[in-house]
């Protein structure tokens, strides 16, 4: 293992912004397939809106570290009824939680666990939301400006897309008629 040191890592709040940074990556709406319920809506958006970008994640991580962490930076947008909200994973460490933090903006966590149990967290800046292990977690940006928050976890943690990705989560978070519901998904009706 390598020998770690403390470390001063600035985080921009309204930007995302992660200074040193080790990685990085994107999400425009054309990768976000099947993710949103309305499949016309999505692909309208990709053309009318010359494929958005969705959301940003920035990393640090200290090589030899247990922790590392870093930043999601959602744009506000919305798909038919439903917000721009991130895939959606468990980790495929089933005994690794994560801590979100939330810097900016507003928005909901979705969270379900294996047996269908499902719950939200709201997210607003300074709230802190803690996912227990093996849930399935989904941040929504439901706001009009970024939902900027940090996200610390397990390097060991790992990602697990392929359950969410293949049935969706048993809850969505919709607009209606100006008002914010989360909803049963008709796929699990
Ligand atoms: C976060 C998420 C990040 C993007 O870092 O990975 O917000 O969401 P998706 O990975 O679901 O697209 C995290 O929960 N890491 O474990
Ligand atoms: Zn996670």
Redesign the pocket.
Known sequence: MSELYPAEVIIDPTTGAVSPATGRYA?YLSELSGIFSNSDAWSRAIQDENDPLV?E?IECKQEGSDLFF?T?TMQPGKIGEEFYM????F?EDRTKG?VYCTLSGQGLLLLEDRQGCCSTVEMRKGSIAFIPPDWA???INCGPIPLVFT?V?SVA?G?DYGQILQRGMRKLIVEREGEIEVVTNPKFD
């Open positions: 999400k959301y994640v870093g999601t991130t895939r959606g994973h980790h994560e977690h989904r941040s996200w976890c943690a990602h």
